[in-house]
């Protein structure tokens, strides 16, 4: 069976702009992978969520409104293929992000902020050992900055503000793939290291927060002509993750004020992904997409209100000549969640995105 698909529709945004923890844009290398002796292609998404909830038994406060911000996302990535062995790309996008605001003035943190952004530029170079072996890897550069207000009567002073510069540190990817063409048959898997990103506090000692490291599997399939299944597998070491400069407390019942983390995970996270592409006409292609990830039922943190998810994802693509147009939209169902304060319930988020491929 040799499949007639000359790009497969892979649409992976429809889940990687919701995703565990800060994440929104994933692993980069894939774009080493795509037909054509040079691709460019423009991915732009918008995001709406919905995280929001009622106190907890106990606590004399009111709802939080919803806390998540709608937000956008981009990425621009290049490849050229030199020859038979070897192939070159860069991207730029950003691969971590926050937007929370506690809006509403009866909660418990009424007034409480957190904005992170980040850039990532990335190089990398991949290998064709033979017709089916092949290894990439390359080198990213990652710049993050962000503020933070936190309102509360626990915190520590109160109210608490910090504001970072971007910091930008060096990480690198590595990978391997397996491929057999006639089946479009393709086994990879990528390694991303970590970031450690130096802050110092409103006093001047420093701090850090990493950026954790992650592995991803990606497969894919030709079962017909014209019909591919897809999926991936990440892990992500996100209990590496803490935000807690030197000068913020909370104030511990029983025991004091504590230097506690503003924001952090308690666990690594594992996405899920698997999806069916069509090629319905010469020009026109579809994909359903589900994602999972798994709902722990721990206290997650205040700046979060979310554990775990599931999203739905369906997609258009239109190729004609050497362009492809993409469009999709998805819809996810944010795990409910406990925090020390709210209890977090009938999460979701809708996103719709368009990519633009062209080869040349």
Known sequence: MKPILLIVLMVVFPSIAISGGIERRGDPSQILFEDGKNYIEFLALTAHPRVSGGPLPGIPFGGTGNIAGSYQNFSVSYKHTLN????????????????????????????STAEVSSIAYTGLAKYQLDNRFSVYGGVRVIGVDGSITVTSPASIPNPYFLNENKDYQVGYLAGAAYEIPDLALRIAA????????????????????????????????????????????KWR?????KVQPPDFFELVPGVGSVNTAIASFDRNIWSYEVGIGHKFTENWSGSATIGYERDNGDIVGNFSGTDGRISYGLAASYEQHDWKVTAGVSYTNLGDADSSVTSFTDNSAILAGIKIGHKF
């Not at 070491?237 to 993750?241: L, P, V």
């Open 84 to 111: 038979d062995r070897f192939t070159f790309a860069a991207v730029i996008n950003e691969p971590v992000a926050v937007s929370i605001k506690y809006s509403d003035s009866a909660a418990f943190f009424a007034g």
């Open 190 to 233: 990528t390694y991303e290291s970590k970031t450690v990103h130096n802050f110092r506090d409103n006093n001047g000692a420093a701090f850090q927060v990493e950026m954790p490291q992650a592995v991803t599997l990606h497969t894919r399939v030709g079962i017909t002509p014209n019909t591919l299944v897809f999926g991936s597998i």
């Open 237 to 241: 070491e996100w209990s590496r993750f």
